[in-house]
Nanobody, 124 residues
Framework: QVQLVESGGGLVQAGGSLRLSCAAS????????MGWFRQAPGKEREFVAH????????YYADSVKGRFTISRDNAKNRLYLQMNSLKPEDTAVYYC?????????????????WGQGTQVTVSS
């Protein structure tokens, strides 16, 4: 089963950019659709973005559409999230995950093999 490790989080001012990375090991990374989710303190984990196995299809939460870009490099077993024009409300722990079962790409229950998360803090 694939194991995932996120990195690239940090503290950034509003309007700034960060690029998150998710490194996969074990399993078959290139055949799996994947997603990014985030969880702010006191809130439920929410969908951010989804990408199919070859990067040809992507989905985004309305709150990040036009600012965030999900991508993947199957040769490097890496998933990315480029985050631009960051806002304080983007502050959260960001998680990557692999699609494990049929279901909505927007639901956490569709995914598994969650990483440990990386903290993103956007100051105003």
């Amino acid at each position: 089963q694939v194991q995932l490790v996120e990195s690239g989080g940090g503290l950034v001012q509003a309007g700034g950019s960060l690029r998150l990375s998710c490194a996969a090991s074990g399993g078959t990374f290139s055949s799996n659709p994947m997603g990014w989710f985030r969880q702010a303190p006191g809130k439920e984990r929410e969908f951010v973005a989804h990408i199919n196995w070859n990067g040809g299809s992507t989905y985004y939460a309305d709150s990040v559409k036009g600012r965030f870009t999900i991508s993947r490099d199957n040769a490097k077993n890496r998933l990315y999230l480029q985050m631009n024009s960051l806002k304080p409300e983007d502050t959260a722990v960001y998680y990557c995950a692999v699609v494990r079962r049929a279901g909505s790409v927007y639901d956490t229950s569709t995914y598994g093999s969650w990483g440990q998360g990386t903290q993103v803090t956007v100051s105003s």
